[in-house]
């Protein structure tokens, strides 16, 4: 069987799932399934497969009649999913040759802009969610109640061998004061109250390590403001040894934010860490509360659970064993590459698919019309707007304007990636709609003393 994976990119999260999903794929069945990668952007994880994988950029000039022919000779396409301005680019222009496809979503489809779109859910595909939460978006349900045999949930999981290594030789430590993050740091995936939760944990004593970027210079003179201080250390090549050396780890995600997987919280119970999250659904499918971490309400609740953890050792050491339990039982990337190959190898007997072109003829701004049908939950009225970019704009702008208003959901619409309109910008530079909408947010938030991380 021929699978060819097409990615906007691999790295990180997703990067770190396909690393263990082909080594698994290589001890089970050798050469018998051949996995060929197709990447939209760049590749920075798998440089072992890179001789498999196309490295194709921006407008794929020259590059995506190549692109299209692998895929037309794939037995069954799987496309890894989350709102990027490529992908959206190429499924939406009808450039995907008919087949049988599957789509494994590695974002929740919960919030806007990180949706999973109608015409990807009412395809026909297989659609894998990487968390049970995603059967509850607004879009999912009805669908799901209706057609339940193409969707299925299959939590993504890399490797976590080596975590559980460091996690089964993991001793109960003497002063539990050495705190881990490691993630994304920046305002589109932190919480609001993140510099205060570190700040005010510093203040306590801990040792805070923050391991990731892009911003986490910024992010550690807010915790300095604060009368704090963290040991940030940029985006390092592995994250083991710092879960070797720290006791606990704190994920203050805001709410609404794009992840589902989390292998970062995975990777920390794996290696014996209690782990303390918000309330969102991703982290709260992954954390068993008062078993392998707190789940919490408030940022005032997050400081609190993490000071029950550090000074209760007999908590510490129940909690430690239990998260090993349950990824050992509910996390394994074997069980999860049989599953995938189980779901993908099922395709074969089913009707091939074809996505058919998604921008009317005649639209004068392809970009923004893209970010819209990627973004909201109701894009029904983009007909009535799509040849004239600067209503279409204004209209667009106020579906998300309140959440501007919010620091929570703020970060998801003003960051430089994610899906915003600033990183379908980059992409679509040519566009005035998305030009005058990132112009928009701009002025709104410098009026109401907000900020903007985009360009």
């Keep these: 069987m021929r699978v060819t994976h097409l990615s ?52 794929m000039a020259g590059l995506e009649d190549i692109l299209i022919s692998d895929l ?48 990807v859910i009412n395809s026909g595909a297989l659609i894998l969610f990487s968390t049970p939460a995603s059967v509850n978006a607004v879009n999912v349900r009805s669908r799901v109640n209706l057609h339940s ?14 975590h559980l290594e460091v ?19 920046s305002a589109s995936k932190m919480h609001p109250d993140s510099g205060l939760i570190f700040s005010t944990l510093s203040k306590l004593g801990f040792h805070i390590d923050v391991v990731g ?28 040894g710092f879960l070797e050396k720290s006791d606990i780890f704190i994920y203050p995600l805001r709410r609404g934010h794009y992840g589902t997987g989390e292998q970062v919280i995975l990777e920390a119970m794996a290696s014996g860490l209690p782990v303390v999250v918000f309330d969102n659904a991703a982290e709260s499918a992954i954390v068993s509360n008062g078993e392998t971490g707190f789940i919490a309400k408030t940022a005032a609740e997050f400081i609190e659970y993490v000071i029950r953890i550090a000074s209760d050792k007999q908590l510490y050491a129940l909690m430690s064993t239990q998260g090993i339990a349950r990824v050992k039982e509910n996390f394994d990337s074997v069980v999860m590459t049989k599953t995938l190959l189980g779901k993908i190898g099922a395709q074969l ?11 009317p003829n005649g639209c004068v701004d392809i970009g ?27 209209h667009i702008f106020q579906r998300f304007i309140h959440d501007l208003g919010s620091p929570e959901k703020r970060g ?22 998305l030009r005058l909408l990132c112009s928009l947010i701009r002025e709104h938030l410098i009026c109401h003393a907000g900020e903007v991380t985009g360009p």
């Design 8 to 59: 906007p990119h691999l790295g990180g999260g997703v990067g770190t799932v396909v690393d263990g999903f082909m080594e698994a794929c290589s001890e089970l069945y050798g050469r018998d399934h051949l996995n060929q990668y197709r990447c939209l952007e760049t590749c920075t994880k798998l440089p072992a497969f890179a001789a498999e994988s196309a490295f194709l950029r921006d407008s």
């Design 72 to 119: 037309s000779d794939a037995d069954v396409i799987l496309c890894h999913y989350w709102n990027n301005p490529h992908l959206a680019r190429f499924l939406s222009l009808g450039r995907l040759p008919e087949g049988r496809l599957v789509f494994w979503a590695h974002n929740s489809g919960l919030e806007e802009p990180h949706i999973i779109p109608d015409y």
């Design 149 to 162: 045999d193409y969707f299925y949930t299959l939590p993504s999981t890399r490797s976590l061998s080596s």
């Design 167 to 185: 996690g089964l030789s993991r001793m109960a430590p003497k002063n539990s004061n050495r705190l881990l993050y490691a993630g994304t740091v």
């Design 213 to 240: 970027g892009d911003q986490e210079s910024k992010f550690a003179a807010e915790v300095s403001g604060l009368g704090g201080r963290v040991s940030v250390h940029g985006w390092v090549n592995g994250v083991i």
């Design 349 to 359: 007997s089913r009707p091939k698919v074809k996505i058919p072109r998604q921008v």
């Design 368 to 394: 923004l019309h893209l970010f819209h049908i990627h973004s909201f939950f109701d894009s029904s009225l983009e007909s009535d707007f799509s040849l004239n970019s600067e209503d279409y704009a204004k």
């Design 412 to 433: 998801a619409w003003t960051s430089q990636t994610k899906g915003s309109p600033f990183h379908y910008l980059n992409v679509f530079p040519e566009s005035v709609g």
